[in-house]
């Protein structure tokens, strides 16, 4: 996993299970996971002017058809050769052939239900067929509504199935060159769904296509992963990042995230030295405290209060508010430990803590799974100062370690 979205899909799936659903993932096999069989099959999809193979892996876990895309688009981008860049080089920049990339994933994605024979649960078996709800997650997926209808629907297959679309941060809309929609192998009549007039300074201002406002516009449904973030995004242009206007017309419902509960468990977690639950919090916390302090070479005193912040290193996240805010707090007798990734310049300012306050800050530029469960349970408070944030997942985890969490009043922090 490589954020929040990865959290979800990690752990709403099992839940679904859990209440009695048949359940499939379909995402990019990114690294040759070791848990992941060879199916054998393989479909043939369009991808721009090519005809490209596409092969599937396959895992059963708790309760979940883990199925994984296998095509050299993506394994190309693996992890240790990109650092984990699933998206794009760096942090804002994508790759040059993303469309092409999931264009490819939503195409695989409408097969894998229909030719994949998986007889891995308990009380299913065999393909799924095609009365199935389709989940299609954030812009890079928001091809599928319109394949679905153009590919099948229009040929008399996936007749019932049905399309609910997630925008999960409305900010990564999928922007391109309007030239670009020859690439995506759809009729001229769903240029419209797509056409975009981009008003701000970046990528580039003026005609566009738009995955995300094609996925909200073609989809069945629309939600969202809070109630006050729905609210949000159709309050005004800026909230709705130039999409309000067409979030308002087809609509949009707000279910709040939830979180793994299995993974984020103090009593069972195997990254805490010491387990506990709400009859031992107050025991355990100060130990936990003293065990991170040393883990990352703070001065170890379970009586300092210590501050976490654990996130992504972007402007969205509040990490130049948190940056500035250090200064001015630093001299009281506090500690604070800074997880995340992200933008070049703020991982460079997180490092350089340690040199600036050696006794009392230390930033880990890292995606640390470990190290993210410490915080959780060994820090006083968790530091949550986002600029705008459709869910957030560090304040249902903190809170369920016992862990105060001091939040911005947005979004689905609210």
Request: proline residues 5%; contains cysteine.
């Amino acid at each position: 996993k490589t954020g929040g979205l990865g959290d979800v899909l990690g752990g709403l799936p099992p839940a679904l299970a859990a209440r009695g659903h048949r359940v499939m993932t379909v995402c990019p096999r990114y690294d040759p996971y070791k848990d992941a069989w060879d199916t054998c099959v393989v479909v043939e999809l369009q991808v721009g002017d090519r005809i490209e193979p596409v092969r599937f892996f396959h895992s059963y876990k708790r309760g979940v058809d883990r199925v994984f895309v296998d095509h050299p688009m993506f394994l190309e981008k693996v992890w240790g050769k990109t650092g984990s860049m699933l998206y794009g080089p760096k942090a804002g920049k994508g790759y040059k052939d993303n469309q092409l990339r999931f264009s490819l994933l939503c195409q695989a994605a409408l097969e894998a239900p229909r030719v994949l024979n998986l007889n891995s649960g308990k009380y299913f078996s065999g393909p799924y067929g095609e009365d199935v709800v389709f989940v299609a997650n954030d812009w890079h997926t928001a091809l599928l509504p319109c394949y679905l209808k153009t590919m099948y629907q229009s040929r008399g297959i996936y007749m019932n199935a049905k399309v609910a679309f997630c925008i999960h941060n409305i900010a990564y809309q999928g922007r391109f060159a309007f030239s670009d929609f020859s690439l995506l192998n759809l009729p001229d009549e769903y240029k419209g769904s797509f056409d975009f007039i981009d008003g701000y300074d970046k990528p580039v201002k003026g005609r566009k296509i738009n995955w995300m406002k094609a996925g909200i516009r073609e989809a069945d449904r629309v939600f969202t992963v809070s109630p006050n973030y729905a609210k949000e995004l159709v309050s005004c242009v800026s909230k709705g990042v130039e999409l309000d206007n067409h979030i308002r017309d087809c609509g949009i419902t707000g279910i709040c995230n939830g979180m793994d509960t299995q993974e984020w468990n103090p009593a069972t977690d195997k990254y805490l030295a010491v387990k506990y639950d709400i009859t031992t919090v107050m025991q355990a916390k100060p130990l936990l405290k003293e065990a991170l302090q040393a883990a990352v070479g703070l001065p170890v005193d379970r009586n300092i209060p210590l501050i976490g912040f654990i996130g992504r290193l972007e402007e969205q996240k509040g990490s130049d508010i948190l940056y500035a805010a250090i200064s001015k707090f630093i001299s009281m007798d506090v500690q604070i430990l800074i997880l995340g990734t992200g933008k070049k310049k703020f991982e460079q300012q997180i490092e350089q803590l340690e040199v600036m306050y050696p006794d009392k800050a230390r930033g880990v530029a890292k995606f640390n799974v470990p190290l993210a469960h410490m915080i959780t349970a060994g820090a006083d408070f968790m530091l949550i100062p986002s600029r705008f944030e459709p869910r957030g997942l560090i304040q249902l985890h903190a809170m369920r370690y016992g862990t105060p969490c001091i939040c911005a009043s947005t979004g689905g922090l609210v």
